[in-house]
């Protein structure tokens, strides 16, 4: 019988079994029609400000494709904070139950509206947050989330995590591992969470002082809302 830890070690010499790189992943925007680009989400934006709010902000409406890659999804996103899920259990009352404990029984799963997506993004000299994320989260709520009517501005986002293929593992110990020999790394996607139908709806508020630059200077989370999500392995 092979040791405890000889088999604990084993488990992670194959694909399935190892530990994930957690700092392999993108963020993927598209058009809820499959439009690859924002920019008509960004055109819309800018058009439902001028009919409800004009002059108000200034939208640069391609800004999101300029900083992405049809490869690397959105480079300027720094970090994802993906929703949990709950189910709200209660107990029912069941008079003179003396000693014996009482039922319970699952009422609602989490709401999205509380406990949705974040995404943090870099701020450049081209600001996403004031030229793009604010507008949109203004114009959300003059067009609000039931009526899409025309100027549609949903979209959908992928959250793609990436890992080492099979391949690495079929000569983890082999001859690429010996000394001053090193193969190219190709990577796949390990799995894919899609959210639908969303919007930004909350965001940072901006920092500024004349002390020491810092990460968190320029770096904001935006808070998104979603009708649904799903998680798959892409084939």
Not at 132 to 143: D, E
Request: hydrophobic share 30%.
């Amino acid at each position: 019988m092979a040791s405890p830890i000889k088999q604990r070690i084993q488990v992670h010499q194959d694909w399935a079994g190892d530990i994930p790189l957690k700092n392999l992943w993108g963020v993927y925007f598209s058009g809820r029609d499959g439009d690859r680009t924002l920019t008509n989400i960004g055109s819309n934006i800018k058009q439902t400000l001028d009919d409800f709010q004009p002059g108000s902000f200034h939208v640069e409406t391609d800004l999101i494709d300029r900083f992405s890659s049809s490869d690397e999804g959105y480079l300027l996103a720094q970090g994802v904070t993906m929703p949990t899920e709950n189910v709200q259990v209660n107990t029912t009352d069941i008079q003179g139950a003396g000693g014996f404990i009482q039922g319970y029984y699952g009422e609602s799963r989490g709401k999205y509206g509380t406990n949705g997506l974040s995404i943090d993004f870099l701020e450049t000299n081209t600001d996403i947050f004031d030229f793009f994320i604010k507008p949109w989260i203004v114009a959300t709520s003059y067009k609000g989330l039931i009526e899409d009517g025309e100027n549609d501005i949903k979209c959908n986002i992928t959250i793609a995590q990436y890992s080492r293929t099979d391949a690495f593992y079929g000569d983890k110990w082999g001859s690429s591992q010996k000394r001053g020999i090193r193969r190219p790394q190709e990577y796949k996607v390990r799995k894919q969470t899609n959210f639908h139908n969303c919007v930004p709806v909350s965001m940072a508020a901006d920092q500024m002082s004349y002390g020491e630059l810092s990460e968190s200077d320029i770096k904001r989370s935006v808070g998104w809302t979603f009708s649904h999500y799903d998680i798959n392995i892409p084939r």
